[in-house]
């Protein structure tokens, strides 16, 4: 159920389609979550010497939350493209 094109891409056959993932998800995968790691610890750094340690770790929480769906809805664009 799995072929290797000339590419090194790796196709994967299901009942709905073709999936395909290639260094293009992965590179995606890489960047965003550079970026959230390095945000997110900003985020609770600033806070940390901003307001009290529980109020810190409550925004340093919701920060982690919020791009979350946003990951979700990217990687499954990734995931259903026919191509």
């Not at 999936?19 to 985020?43: P, R």
């Not at 919020?66 to 979700?72: A, Q, T, V």
């Amino acid at each position: 159920m799995q072929n290797i094109t000339s590419q090194g891409t790796i196709r994967f056959q299901r009942r709905t389609g073709t999936i395909m993932t290639s260094k293009a998800i992965l590179s995606f995968q890489k960047d965003f979550l550079t970026q959230y790691s390095l945000t997110t610890a900003f985020i609770f750094i600033i806070s940390y010497f901003t307001f009290v340690t529980l109020t810190a770790l409550i925004i340093y929480v919701i920060a982690l939350l919020i791009p979350l769906p946003y990951f979700m809805v990217q990687g499954n664009k990734f995931k259903h493209r026919n191509t």
